[in-house]
């Protein structure tokens, strides 16, 4: 083999085994060797699943997410340069090969805090249990890079998660992990789709691994779900339009998302939830991933007013706090009026009346309105006469506007029950 790297007896440091430390010569290991030292030592690290691939482009790739930049369907969190999240080799030039590794997240709670009256809480989606899992995946493929570098000594790695330049899913795709299912999942057909993935690029060829045979088939369940139609087509999400999107954005969430989002305060998993490959799978092995109940399904009122340290210190090791607090708390006053909860008046007027940041100010505002009420109705009275912002001004006269149908429904209840 002529490119890149090679095995023979061109190489400076010859491939060493990893134990031979006495006079002979040390012997050669082959690709195949060094593979299953690393599907070895990746299963002692704990990684659930294993995958090689090449690192040839990913053109098909290439010609959908030009089609999907000029459908608008991009969320702006992704690599904007197109070719590096498609050729490997921007990345690492001498790349030959990609390790890719899955970890297993767990789906349910033990003993999860239930919502009471006064007391309700929000969630955070399976995704940001336990520790943030790009910390996880790092240590994990740090550990395969240091077996690595004992058997190749002058191997060359590049190790990325999620905030890499490539897409995490065709990766693991090509590597035989999973496939990508219409709802743009990577699904294992093992753990389902609920895995992290992560990779590491290296610059010696390695044998690659066949891609999974299974597939959707004629289901449709995700797409028929997706509250919002953000699955435009099988294996074509509107970002724009995806709620865990949209629960991570720093602006107003545009109200037709907002009684949708059913207590999500980061993330949103319906695709994932209704999928038949995720059926009864709960992974618990992984001790990273474990949730804190009180930190994924926190209450909601304490949210509202707690400082930028005790966020910091509550809820940082977790992935959903990436984008600090503004979007979390904007959610759980979403929450609080979906759950119409009366005790959070005062701290929403509070909100209403002092807070700085105008999402906050607005979205409390038309939370006011929902839960209704005289206190609530004065408030918001107050605010439009005071309310300088533009925006919350107009959530104000939106808040006032659903509030007489509020009070028109409350009036109908109370005389329904005499
Ligand atoms: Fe595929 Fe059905 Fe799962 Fe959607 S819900 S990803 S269509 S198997």
Redesign the pocket.
């Known amino acids: 083999d002529s490119h890149g790297k090679e095995f023979g007896p061109k190489k400076k440091l010859p491939l060493q085994d990893d134990n031979s430390k006495g006079l002979c010569p040390k012997k050669k290991l082959t690709p195949e060797q060094v593979k299953q030292a690393l599907v070895e030592e990746a299963g002692r690290l704990g990684i659930d699943k294993i995958g090689f691939a090449t690192a040839d482009p990913f053109t098909e790739l290439k010609e959908r997410l030009v089609r999907h930049r000029e459908n608008g369907f991009e969320s702006g969190f992704e690599e904007q340069d197109l070719d590096k999240r498609t050729d490997p080799r921007l990345s690492l030039p001498e790349a030959r090969t990609i390790i890719a590794i899955a970890l297993a997240y767990p789906t349910r709670m033990e003993n999860p805090p239930a919502n009471r009256p006064g007391e309700y809480r929000g969630l955070f989606c399976r995704a940001s249990w336990g520790q943030d899992y790009h910390r996880v995946l790092r240590r994990k493929l740090e550990g395969l890079e240091r077996r690595l570098q004992e058997l190749v000594p002058d191997v060359t790695t590049e190790i990325m998660v999620d905030t890499g330049a490539l897409s995490d899913r065709a990766v693991a795709e090509r590597a035989g992990i999973g496939f990508i299912?219409?709802?743009t999942?990577l699904?294992t057909p093992e753990f389902g789709s609920w895995v992290f993935l992560g990779e590491m690029l290296v610059d010696i060829a390695l044998p690659p691994d066949q891609p999974v045979t299974a597939g959707?088939g004629d289901?449709?369940?995700?797409?028929d779900a997706c509250p919002t139609g953000a699955l435009v087509a099988?294996g074509q999400l509107n970002s724009q339009a995806c709620l865990a999107y949209q629960t991570q954005t720093k602006g107003f969430l545009a109200e037709e998302y907002r009684d949708l989002l059913g207590g999500y305060l980061y993330g949103f998993e319906t695709?994932q939830a209704?999928?038949?490959?995720n059926r009864k799978k709960n992974f618990t092995h992984q001790e990273d991933f474990r949730p804190d109940p009180e930190q994924v399904k926190p209450l909601l009122k304490p949210l509202l007013s707690i400082s930028n340290r005790e966020f910091r210190e509550r809820f940082g090791s977790m992935a959903g706090s990436w984008r600090g607090k503004k979007p979390i708390q904007r959610n759980a006053i979403i929450a609080l009026a979906r759950f119409r909860d009366r005790t959070a008046v005062p701290d929403l007027i509070r909100l209403l009346q002092e807070d700085p940041r105008p999402v906050i100010r607005g979205t409390a505002a038309w939370a006011l309105g929902r839960i209704g009420g005289t206190e609530a109705e004065e408030a918001l009275c107050d605010a439009e006469r005071n309310e300088k912002d533009p925006d919350v001004w107009r959530e104000v006269e939106k808040a006032l506007k659903n509030r007489s149908t509020l009070d028109t429904e409350e009036r109908r209840d109370r005389e329904a029950q005499g």
């Open positions: 299912g219409k709802n999942s699904i959707c289901c449709t369940a995700c797409i099988p695709c209704v999928c038949p490959f």
